[in-house]
């Protein structure tokens, strides 16, 4: 069966740096999108980043410029490169991976979801 396994979360101050991992398997790694989403306490399951199984990348505005999303098909894993971290990016942070386009920023779009990594951001 389709597992996501992250890693990578922790806490850190505010202006620090994380990176998070998915792990793949039971899948054909390269031939879907694979996506990050994240979920705060009492909000909804929010976009954060996707990269398409072609290669394509994209991002909520609000990490623009802060994180990047990068794929390894050789190693069957996603990644997500957190800088300048805000306290309102503290979150449980999801990987996905599934055939989403065009609509990436939908979570219902997603078909694999791992069990999440906490992201805490302390000001």
């Known amino acids: 069966q389709v597992q996501l396994v992250e890693s990578g979360g922790g806490l850190v101050q505010a202006g620090g740096s994380l990176r998070l991992s998915c792990a793949a398997s039971?899948?054909?790694?390269?031939?879907?999108?694979m996506g990050w989403f994240r979920q705060a306490p009492g909000k909804e399951r929010e976009f954060v980043a996707a990269?398409?199984?072609?290669?394509?990348?994209y991002y909520s505005d609000s990490v623009k410029g802060r994180f990047t999303i990068s794929r390894d098909n050789a190693k069957n894993t996603v990644y997500l490169q957190m800088n300048s971290l805000r306290p309102e990016d503290t979150a449980v942070y999801y990987c996905?991976?599934?055939?989403?386009?065009?609509?990436?920023?939908?979570?219902?779009?997603?078909?694999?979801w791992g069990q999440g990594t906490q992201v805490t951001v302390s000001s």
């Open positions: 039971g899948l054909t790694f390269g031939n879907v999108d």
């Open positions: 990269v398409s199984w072609f290669g394509t990348i």
């Open positions: 996905a991976a599934g055939l989403a386009a065009p609509r990436y920023s939908d979570h219902k779009r997603w078909e694999y």
